[in-house]
């Protein structure tokens, strides 16, 4: 059982370009979840889905986009590569309760990215 | 929003105590904990829910107190593994998100 799986690893990217991380579940999972950490800093929520073709905006949104076309899988886009998007990029799922949101989160092994 | 944890990093001898705080300006309905080693990803420890339970992992447990919107974390009898960085984690009251604590830094020292 593999849980969440992110992809890629890790990436270098020169500012402007544009790339796509992948996060898979296999546990039919509801929510999924991208998080950034950056060094000394905790887990920033960057977008989240509650649901097959639904997604909703984090508290630090602004250059990232995303999509779940699959339930099992949740994509986070950067169009334009910024330095300031160097990261730790971390995706995590959860089964929802009723009337108390998600439960405990599963992550992924996390993805390091470098922008120049 | 985000919720705050104190101390924000602490060192210990192995055998010694901690206590780890995380609180809240909005309502808490539950709270998890966490814990991250360096260089992987946080790892589930224990969840807390409404009417103050007490929940035990090995020599961890919390307490959570939902009028003080905050839950403590207790480590007795520090290991080295116990070594990380310990999040607590919550839905935001009325949305779905689920956001993280300013973390806290623990050092186990031989």
């Known amino acids: 059982n593999a849980g969440v799986t992110q992809t890629p690893k890790f990436r270098v990217l020169k500012t402007g370009q544009s790339m796509t991380l992948l996060c898979a579940q296999d546990?039919?999972?509801?929510?999924m979840y991208w998080y950034r950490q950056d060094p000394g800093m905790g887990l920033r929520l960057i977008h989240y889905s509650v649901g097959e073709g639904t997604t909703a905006k984090g508290e630090v949104p602004d250059g990232y986009n995303v999509s779940r076309l699959k339930k099992q899988n949740f994509l986070l886009g950067l169009e334009s590569a910024a330095p300031s998007q160097t990261s730790v990029y971390f995706c995590?799922?959860?089964?929802?309760?009723?009337?108390?949101?998600?439960?405990?989160?599963?992550f992924g092994a996390g993805s390091r990215l470098t922008v120049l | 929003q985000q919720p705050v944890q104190s101390p924000q990093a602490v060192i210990l001898r192995e055998g010694e105590d901690a206590v780890i705080n995380c609180s809240s300006s909005k309502a808490l309905y539950s709270v998890h904990w966490y814990r991250q080693k360096h260089g992987e990803a946080p790892v589930f420890l224990m969840i807390l829910l409404k009417g103050g339970e007490q929940k035990g992992h090995d020599k961890i447990s919390a307490s959570f107190n939902e009028k003080k919107q905050q839950s403590s974390l207790y480590l007795t009898a520090s290991q080295l593994s116990y070594s990380g960085t310990y999040f607590c984690?919550?839905?935001?009251?009325?949305?779905?998100?689920?956001?993280f604590g300013t973390g806290t830094r623990l050092k186990v020292l031989a």
């Open positions: 984690g919550t839905t935001v009251a009325g949305t779905y998100k689920y956001i």
């Open positions: 546990m039919n999972h509801e929510y």
């Open positions: 995590a799922s959860s089964y929802s309760v009723s009337g108390a949101g998600a439960n405990v989160l599963t």
